[in-house]
Structures are given as C-alpha cells and as structure tokens.
C-alpha cells in the first residue's frame, strides 16, 4: 500500500479547497482538520469523506467562506448560527469558544445550527482533554436506523462523545450502530463482508453484507466489543 505523507495530504486538501475560492487562512485551518482526522486512523471520517465534502460544497449545500456567528448568549450558555459553513471549522471554532467560556464560568455549552458534518466528533472533546478539560460533544442526525425491533430507519445514529483529560486523554467517540456509515463505507469500498452481523436484509435476515446495508439503512445498535465497552 502506497504512503502518502500529511504534508503532502495537506497541500493537496488546500489545492482542492483554493481551487475553489476558499480564503486561503480557512482552506488550511480545514485542510488541517481533515489531515489530523485521517492522520489518527479514523479514515471513515477523514480521507473518506473528503469527497463526499466537497460534492456537496460544488451542489451549493456547504459555503466555504461562510463563518460561524453568537446569535443568543445567556452566561455559560451560547447558540451559534454556522450560516452553513464547512462543519469541522464550524466544530474547531465552536470548541474553542466553549472552552473559554469554561474559564469564565467553570463550564461552557455551545450549540450550533445550520451547519453540516463536522466529520469526527471526538475531534472537539480531544482538544478539550488536551487542554486540560472534559468535554462532552453530541450532534442531531438524519434518519440511517431502524428504532429496535423495527424494519425501516426512523431514527438517527447520533454519536456518544465524551474526553476526559489526562496522559492520554481518555475519549469515547461511537455511532449507536454497530458499525458507523463512515465504517460500513470501508467495507464497501473494500468488498469486503463484515467481521460480525451488521443489520438486516431487504428479507429481514441478519446479514454481514455491507453493500445491502448501505442502501437499505437497517443496521444494528451497537453490540458485540462496541456495547460492552
């Protein structure tokens, strides 16, 4: 397998991102954030999605330039609006701000709306850790599960993130289902089967398919190795 070193990552996620009329101070603060995700082995939300990303930025969906912005600060508690911007510089400045809110206040909450996929959430609660606080870090979701014992995805997979600091921080980051889209997409990609059952078929019938999984979104909350940990 061909490495590709972060710098040269780097500049090739900058090229992309300038190629498009992104301020040049933002294409690498966002090029940073995705290199980062991809360089501590999350590949599923890191180079996976970059493509994914940047179709959705030449469909209109994501304004590259746009920038987050309080609109409601009640003390310790903050809304800001994304106005749409890309979601990992929407979370990097959102943590940051939480944070000095915690220095103020002890604690510090952030909501954002109108942004998108902020890729890997344990991104923000690890910066947290790193400097020295616990962090909890949570985000709403589009219908990609079935609610249990149902057959059609009702329901959100929304993530669990926590951090705790220390040498190493501890972190939690994990889907409710057993396997994140962002994983099953590796299998995908890879054609590969599953190492344990995944979902449902269009029959109703656990399978390790991940090909059928991926289109009919009836994947299994979290067990085996995931749940109990």
Same mark, same amino acid.
């Given at each position: 397998?061909?490495?590709?070193?972060?710098?040269?990552?780097?500049?090739?996620?900058?090229?992309? *991102?300038?190629?498009?009329?992104?301020?040049?101070?933002? $294409? #690498?603060?966002?090029? $940073?954030?995705?290199?980062?995700?991809?360089?501590?082995? #999350?590949?599923?939300?890191? +180079?996976?999605? %970059?493509?994914?990303?940047?179709? /959705? =930025?030449?469909?209109?969906? +994501?304004? *590259?330039?746009?920038?987050?912005?309080? =609109?409601?600060?009640? @003390?310790?508690?903050? /809304?800001?609006?994304?106005?749409?911007?890309?979601?990992?510089?929407? @979370?990097?400045?959102?943590?940051?701000?939480?944070?000095?809110?915690?220095?103020?206040?002890? +604690?510090?909450?952030?909501?954002?709306?109108?942004?998108?996929?902020?890729?890997?959430?344990?991104?923000?609660?690890?910066?947290?850790?790193?400097?020295? %606080?616990?962090?909890?870090?949570? #985000?709403?979701? +589009?219908?990609?599960?079935? $609610?249990?014992?149902?057959?059609?995805?009702?329901?959100?997979?929304?993530?669990?993130?926590?951090?705790?600091?220390?040498?190493?921080? =501890?972190?939690?980051?994990?889907?409710?289902?057993?396997?994140?889209?962002? /994983? *099953?997409?590796? %299998? =995908?990609?890879?054609?590969?089967? *599953?190492?344990?059952?995944?979902? %449902?078929?269009?029959?109703?019938?656990?399978?390790?398919?991940?090909?059928?999984?991926?289109?009919?979104?009836?994947?299994?909350?979290?067990?085996?190795?995931? @749940?109990?940990?």
């Amino acid at each position: 397998m061909p490495l590709v070193s972060t710098e040269k990552l780097q500049q090739e996620y900058e090229r992309i *991102l300038l190629a498009r009329d992104m301020k040049p101070e933002m $294409a #690498t603060k966002l090029a $940073a954030g995705f290199v980062e995700m991809a360089n501590e082995g #999350t590949y599923s939300h890191g +180079i996976n999605r %970059f493509p994914v990303f940047i179709d /959705q =930025v030449d469909k209109g969906q +994501i304004k *590259l330039n746009a920038e987050p912005e309080c =609109v409601n600060s009640m @003390g310790a508690l903050e /809304q800001w609006d994304c106005n749409y911007g890309p979601g990992v510089l929407n @979370g990097l400045i959102c943590a940051e701000r939480a944070m000095e809110l915690a220095r103020d206040y002890g +604690i510090g909450m952030v909501g954002m709306r109108n942004s998108n996929h902020w890729m890997r959430g344990g991104a923000y609660v690890l910066k947290m850790a790193r400097e020295g %606080f616990a962090g909890i870090a949570s #985000t709403n979701s +589009i219908a990609v599960m079935p $609610a249990w014992g149902g057959k059609d995805h009702r329901v959100g997979s929304n993530p669990l993130i926590m951090a705790v600091a220390g040498d190493p921080p =501890v972190v939690v980051d994990c889907s409710m289902t057993q396997f994140s889209y962002g /994983q *099953l997409q590796n %299998f =995908v990609l890879a054609d590969k089967e *599953l190492p344990v059952i995944g979902g %449902f078929d269009d029959n109703g019938e656990l399978t390790k398919d991940p090909h059928v999984l991926w289109e009919n979104k009836r994947l299994l909350p979290m067990g085996f190795w995931k @749940g109990s940990s």
